[in-house]
């Protein structure tokens, strides 16, 4: 697949409700060949799946930790038939994984709901054979015990910004990492350095659209209160952030982007159904 692929936007957000063609207009023009729209609760699985048929990109269905403390008793339920329609009665291509999920230390709900749901949802993508797209915040460790104890195909640990030694764990599990906007800021040393150094076979590439702003984009609270808008996150962006992972590490943007899309069809093989 040449071009870049875009492992993780929310195409479907509500600051793209106004301009979503035009803003996947610009990514192809930018050769962004292929978004991964994951879902990130129930009630918005059809509006992925439909958005991703229409965009001509692949989607990914799950519960994201940030939003388990507001579904409904029925959720996983939900996902657990989305999945069998999908994936098996009447196969999607565009399915590539279970996703969002994952857990999230930095903020409330509470952990218990989180692990439950986080747990239910690797036990659904072991039985489609599904990777999955991994939610991981101040959580690389609690995550990981649910991947040794519920075995899934790999998949992609999404913005990934833990030690060389969690990394390394994953890889040697089958995972990608995800490297996307806050790689661009100076000041991120630790997550420069991963991406400078860690193999380039493990490496992925996601923008997190409108999310994880490069710092092009980035807005302070003193520039927003004197009126400044936040730059808005899109696919588009992906080329230039790739850029500067191409000069950490030395090597060409074209290489760069061979590499990261060959990564992203072994992590999310059914990129290269469709």
């Given at each position: 697949m040449h071009g870049w692929i875009d492992t993780h936007c929310h195409l479907d957000a509500p600051e793209f409700s106004q301009d979503i063609d035009t803003v996947r207009a610009r990514a192809f023009k930018e050769n962004v060949v292929r978004c991964v729209i994951p879902a990130v609760?129930?009630?918005?699985?059809?509006?992925?799946?439909?958005?991703?048929?229409?965009?001509?990109?692949?989607?990914?269905?799950?519960?994201?930790?940030?939003?388990?403390q507001r579904a409904g008793d029925d959720a996983l339920e939900q996902l657990a038939t989305a999945l069998d329609e999908h994936h098996h009665v009447r196969p999607d291509a565009r399915l590539v994984a279970v996703g969002e999920i994952g857990l999230d230390y930095f903020v409330t709900p509470p952990p218990a709901r989180q692990e439950l749901f986080y747990r239910e949802q690797l036990k659904l993508a072991k039985r489609h054979q599904l990777p999955v797209i991994l939610h991981v915040r101040r959580s690389v460790d609690a995550v990981l015990k649910g991947l040794r104890e519920i075995k899934t195909p790999g998949g992609i640990a999404h913005a990934f910004n833990g030690s060389r030694q969690q990394a390394q764990i994953f890889i040697d599990m089958g995972f990608k990492l995800g490297f996307g906007g806050a790689v661009t800021y100076e000041r991120a040393t630790r997550l420069r350095e991963l991406a400078a150094t860690l193999p380039l076979d493990a490496l992925v590439l996601e923008t997190d659209s409108p999310d994880i702003p490069p710092h092009w984009l980035y807005v302070t609270a003193e520039e927003r209160a004197a009126g400044q808008s936040q730059g808005r996150n899109e696919p588009g962006e992906l080329p230039r952030i790739a850029s500067v992972i191409a000069e950490l590490r030395g090597i060409s943007e074209e290489s760069l982007m061979e590499a990261t899309s060959r990564n992203a069809v072994q992590a999310l093989p059914g990129l290269k159904g469709f």
């Open positions: 609760e129930a009630p918005s699985f059809e509006a992925v799946r439909s958005l991703a048929h229409r965009l001509g990109d692949a989607y990914a269905l799950g519960i994201h930790p940030l939003f388990v």
